[in-house]
């Protein structure tokens, strides 16, 4: 629907929507924020590749969450006209575009990375280095920044959806609608194909990389297969879960485009999926790296000690248990000697009525004996 504000009637708060809206919002925020400070102290001590397209995939996905999801949440509650009107869902649908067109470019330079650092290891200092994904990077961001205006200009219209969002008119059936329609369901399906068939063949030369290793019990792991493993779990499984978010997205629009299975609860079913990708890539970094599960066990059990009693008081337990212990065993020890004496008592004390009884033998009965 096209933004107007000259017959402005009052806006109904939808309760679902709104929560819903605050929750992918601050959540999306925080656990970017935290993504990006862990990667901010790494990145000066260890200044490689992953790490740095990590850093720019954090840094669009809170973009979306400050830029993208804040604005439609206090459209939400207040409102299209309120928040800004028409110029303000231009604002909003170009950021929407050009964020996530950002996030998918950096999730398949990703998914490109991990392909040539497995399939071609001996070029992969010359290729891949942080002055060629700098400039990826930022190829990408000028992508993105024109994919993003053109509905602006003329190209396809921006307008708004689900009473919140706004992005480009999937029901624009002028040429220059239609040839933006199709470009982003081309691009959506290529990124997705790209991800699959890199993900394919990075799973397997990882699995010819573990059978060359030995097998042995006692053999040492290779820290450098290490890495590779816990980066590739962690790519295969963002790329299922951005082709699971992105795919219902792009087949509705086409669909819709097309005129085919209209239906708006799918459609808004499959928004909501496009824009949660952005709230699930920062939890993947810490589920895939070893050290970062290990700092959060240890957040975990800090927690849990400080339910516990104190580590002062348990030694004072401990002291008064083992000091009522000692105080007992001398007691023990007492009546045990106690017993242990009169035993030998009992013993000496036999032979000597033995003896008694063979010195004061008693006279018959026949009395004396006389000369």
């Known amino acids: 629907m096209n ?17 819903s809206a605050i929750f992918l919002s601050s959540f999306t925020s925080l656990s970017n924020a935290a993504v990006i400070a862990i990667i901010g102290l790494r990145i000066g001590k260890n200044n490689n590749v992953p790490l740095i397209l990590v850093l720019a995939l954090a840094c669009t ?61 001996f070029k ?10 700098s400039l990826v990077l930022l190829g990408c961001c000028v992508y993105a920044v024109i994919f993003a205006v053109l509905p602006l200009l003329g190209f396809n219209r921006v307008v708004a959806h689900f009473g919140a969002i706004c992005f480009y008119d999937w029901y624009d059936r002028s040429t220059l609608g239609s040839v933006y329609i199709y470009w982003y369901c081309i691009q959506g399906f290529l990124l997705i194909a790209t991800l699959v068939f890199c993900n394919m063949v990075v799973v397997r030369e990882l699995r010819k990389m573990q059978q060359r290793m030995p097998n042995a019990a006692g053999a040492a792991k290779d820290p450098a297969l290490t890495k590779h493993r816990e980066f590739t779990a962690y790519m295969v499984v963002a790329s299922i879960i951005f082709t699971v978010c992105m795919t219902p997205l792009t087949i509705r629009t086409l669909c819709n485009h097309l005129g085919l299975l209209q239906n708006p609860n799918m459609d808004y079913l499959s928004m909501r999926m496009h824009i949660t990708n952005s709230v699930i890539n920062p939890h993947l970094f810490w589920m895939f790296r070893a050290s970062a599960r290990q700092r959060i066990w240890e957040l975990i059990k800090r927690i849990a000690c400080c339910c516990r009693p104190s580590e002062v008081e348990n030694m004072r337990l401990f002291n ?48 004396p004996q006389t000369a």
């Open 124 to 133: 992969y200092t010359n290729i891949v280095t942080n002055r060629n994904v």
């Open 320 to 367: 008064l248990s083992s000091s009522a212990g000692s105080a007992s065993e001398p007691n023990k020890t007492n009546s045990a000697s106690a017993g242990t004496a009169s035993e030998h008592n009992k013993t000496t004390s036999a032979p000597a009525d033995d003896n008694k009884a063979q010195v004061y033998k008693p006279e018959s009965d026949d009395g």
């Open 3 to 19: 933004v107007n504000c000259t017959n402005e009637t009052e806006h109904v708060v939808h309760p679902g929507k709104a929560g």
């Open 61 to 121: 996905d809170i973009g979306t969450a400050l830029f993208d999801f804040i604005p439609a949440t206090i459209t939400y509650f207040v409102g299209f006209c309120k928040n800004g009107g028409q110029p303000m869902c231009f604002f909003h649908g170009f950021v929407h575009t050009f964020l996530l067109t950002t996030s998918h470019c950096i999730v398949v330079l990703m998914a490109l990375e991990r392909f040539v650092a497995l399939c071609y290891p």
